[in-house]
């Protein structure tokens, strides 16, 4: 059974840093495509940006990009969503999911990681 | 960039109505689109890819139309299960977009 278990809740000050993760089973983790999707308090999907774990190739969102860093250690089957200074405004949502080859949209999702960030 | 305009925004319907969801493309993206429902606290799940295929076991009454820039999704009689948020996504090219979601919700 595909698989994608995303890191629990997280509630950080300002300023802090935080890497949330998602780790794939069932499925080999280096042949797919794995995006990451923000979803604040009410509102809607937005698409951020997204890793291929066989060899690190990453494209982001012109929104995103500079504001958070998309990795993956493809040893342990996991993609990484990082802040290096969080602001109120990342409170949101986090989703990872698994991009389908050939077709290109995303037929797995994780739970989802919420991150609160509050001082 | 590629924008996805959806519409409506919210819909209120009854048990047994048929509804339509659209989403509109800025350029032209062949049949690279997929649509989602996402229930209330949940993560999106996927219901029809490129465009008018149906993913494995979701019902019938779920259909996908469309190529270009307009599409749509069908839902032929509304279950109580199915009052939920509707989302399209392009992904015709790099970075993917959304619609902004239509929510469905019970008249």
């Known amino acids: 059974e595909v698989q994608l278990v995303q890191s629990g809740a997280e509630v950080k000050k300002p300023g802090e840093s935080l890497k949330i993760s998602c780790r794939g089973s069932?499925?080999?983790?280096?042949?797919?495509?794995i995006g990451w999707v923000r979803q604040m308090p009410g509102k809607g999907l937005e698409w951020m940006g997204i890793?291929?774990?066989?060899?690190?190739?990453?494209t982001y969102s012109p929104s995103f990009k500079g504001q958070v860093t998309i990795s993956a250690d493809k040893s342990i089957s996991t993609a990484y969503l990082q802040w290096s200074s969080l602001k109120a405004s990342d409170t949101a949502m986090y989703y990872c999911?698994?991009?389908?080859?050939?077709?290109?949209?995303?037929?797995?999702w994780g739970q989802g990681t919420l991150v609160t960030v509050s001082s | 960039d590629i924008q996805m305009t959806q519409s409506p925004f919210s819909l209120s319907a009854s048990v047994g109505d048929r509804v339509t969801i659209t989403c509109r493309a800025s350029?032209?993206?062949?049949?690279?689109l997929g649509w989602y429902q996402q229930k209330s606290g949940k993560a999106p799940k996927r219901l029809i890819y490129?465009?008018?295929s149906l993913q494995s076991g979701v019902p019938s009454r779920f259909s996908g139309s469309g190529s270009g820039t307009e599409f749509t999704l069908t839902i032929s009689s509304l279950q109580p299960e199915d009052f939920a948020t509707y989302y399209c996504?392009?992904?015709?090219?790099?970075?993917?977009?959304f619609g902004q979601g239509t929510k469905l919700e019970i008249k």
């Open positions: 999911a698994r991009q389908t080859p050939f077709i290109g949209d995303f037929d797995s």
């Open positions: 069932g499925f080999t983790f280096t042949n797919y495509w």
């Open positions: 890793i291929y774990p066989g060899d690190s190739d990453t």
């Open positions: 350029q032209g993206i062949s049949n690279d």
């Open positions: 490129a465009a008018s």
């Open positions: 996504l392009q992904h015709n090219g790099y970075p993917r977009s």
